[in-house]
């Protein structure tokens, strides 16, 4: 017998596919379904085919399946133990073959248009899809136990770092008529990825990544929070490890920008910066941000954040102690202002060519208006030469930077800059300044540069110095 029916009348199709079974205890029962949908679910084309009655062997032929964005054709199930009641239909044992065989049970209850569907494509592994259709609240729920997270990778962008390895445990849920909710709650372990760039890679990551969104209108409103507890990642220049990361966030978007409203981000070792900012998805650039960061270890900052950044330059390997703390502002896609303050602030080139020890004060820059820098330190090395205390009253407008007269006790004696300026014409930066050195002791000085041993004084008056 076949019986056939348009999407809208599920439930009564149902009914009458187990009105047939309950009579028919031999033979064979034929039943087709054009569609059935959930939110980011649906399949079309459904053949099945029932021997032996209410307890026999069913067969199922889909012509087509979606899941979001992926689609399967011809897939077809076998159930080997099958069950039909008055109010349900259950598959206690089958198998789907979708290009490779994946053992499943499932259970339909017409009424009420709920599906139970369990895949065990892996040992240990279970994707358990849960979906409600009838109603004005249509859900799909994804449970997932010990997923094998490259399973995921035909659903991630082709221009995002290829997954390689690693599991998944968690839930994702998408519900309403227009998958207009998404929830996600997942814990990663072991986790691996590389582009053929060799430029983004990670290796035994771990942690869990909990995202709630929901659509209004036009625009999404979300929810996100990640903690990181191991494993390493190399996004070029950074590379991370460790534990006990974190970050969460939340904010809008929509077809032409997203927005962070507010977050927090912690860096194990390092500190607390708050975040927000608007992106434009189609130029790809930050139009606008507002960061603030608590107080942060110098030393970890450097390390784990700044390092890869000065490679090649003469900051690329520091010794690095003190704090520091930060605020930036973006608008028009620029740099608008940036402040930063500095406590007992301390770095030295291992390769010894110079250092800076006890550096305190505020660095203000602002792109138009004028600032003054507030910068004192307690001493220093150049080449093997140490200097005293020193404060730098700085000027400063935009790239443009003046330095009143500056005293540096420089061994027994001074050195005197005056009037430096600098500013960064079209073709190139420009400085500028005159100075002196009063007399110093030239045994101290060849002492101190690891020269043979001089002896006298030298004084000097430099009239101007022009660099472009």
């Not at 939110?39 to 087509?64: Q, Y």
């Amino acid at each position: 017998m076949s019986s056939r029916a348009d999407a809208a009348r599920p439930a009564s199709l149902f009914a009458l596919a187990c009105s047939l079974a309950a009579v028919a205890f031999a033979g064979e029962i034929g039943l087709t379904l054009e569609r059935i949908e959930a939110p980011g679910f649906s399949a079309s084309a459904i053949t099945a085919r029932l021997k032996d009655g209410a307890t026999g062997e069913l067969l199922l032929d889909i012509g087509e399946i979606a899941l979001q964005d992926r689609n399967w054709r011809n897939v077809r199930i076998a159930c080997a133990k099958f069950r039909m009641g008055r109010a349900t239909i259950e598959c206690l044992q089958g198998e789907a073959d979708i290009g490779g065989r994946i053992p499943l049970t499932f259970a339909y209850a017409g009424a009420k248009r709920v599906l139970d569907l369990t895949l065990r494509p892996g040992r240990g592994e279970i994707w358990r899809f849960k979906g409600r259709f009838a109603g004005r609240a249509p859900e799909l729920r994804v449970e997932i136990e010990n997923g094998d997270l490259k399973r995921l990778a035909p659903w991630l962008p082709p221009e995002w770092p290829k997954l390689t390895a690693g599991a998944i445990t968690g839930s994702v849920v998408l519900a309403g008529p227009g998958r207009d909710r998404v929830a996600a709650d997942l814990t990663v372990r072991e986790a691996a990825f590389s582009d053929a760039s060799g430029l983004h890679a990670a290796e035994k990551l771990a942690g869990r990544l909990n995202l709630d969104a929901q659509q209004r209108g036009g625009s999404w409103q979300w929810r996100a929070a990640l903690e990181w507890s191991g494993g390493e990642l190399f996004w070029q220049p950074l590379y991370l490890r460790g534990s006990g990361h974190a970050v969460s966030a939340e904010g809008t978007f929509d077809e032409r920008k997203i927005e962070v409203t507010q977050s927090l981000a912690r860096l194990a070792g390092v500190g607390e910066v708050e975040v927000k900012a608007a992106w434009d998805r189609r130029t790809g650039k930050v139009t606008s941000a507002d960061v603030r960061s608590g107080r942060l270890d110098a030393a970890a900052l450097y390390g784990e954040v700044l390092k890869p950044f000065f490679f090649g330059t003469a900051l690329d390997d520091l010794r690095a102690a003190g704090a520091v703390e930060l605020a930036l502002q973006v608008r028009d896609a620029r740099p608008e202002a940036l402040d930063v303050i500095v406590r007992d602030l301390s770095f030295e080139d291992r390769n010894r060519r110079f250092a800076v020890f006890g550096a305190s004060g505020r660095i203000p820059w602002h792109r138009t208006e004028e600032t003054s820098v507030d910068l004192r330190m307690k001493g220093g090395e150049l080449l093997g030469v140490p200097f005293g205390a020193v404060k730098l009253p700085l000027t400063t407008r935009g790239m443009r930077f003046r330095l009143d007269t500056v005293e540096v006790p420089l061994l027994d004696g001074t050195l005197t800059m005056r009037g430096f300026a600098a500013e960064p014409p079209l073709e190139g930066w420009r400085w500028a300044f005159r100075g002196g050195l009063s007399p110093i002791s030239m045994e101290r000085f060849t002492q101190a540069v690891g020269l043979p041993a001089m002896y006298g004084t030298v004084s000097a008056e430099v009239p101007r110095v022009t660099y472009a």
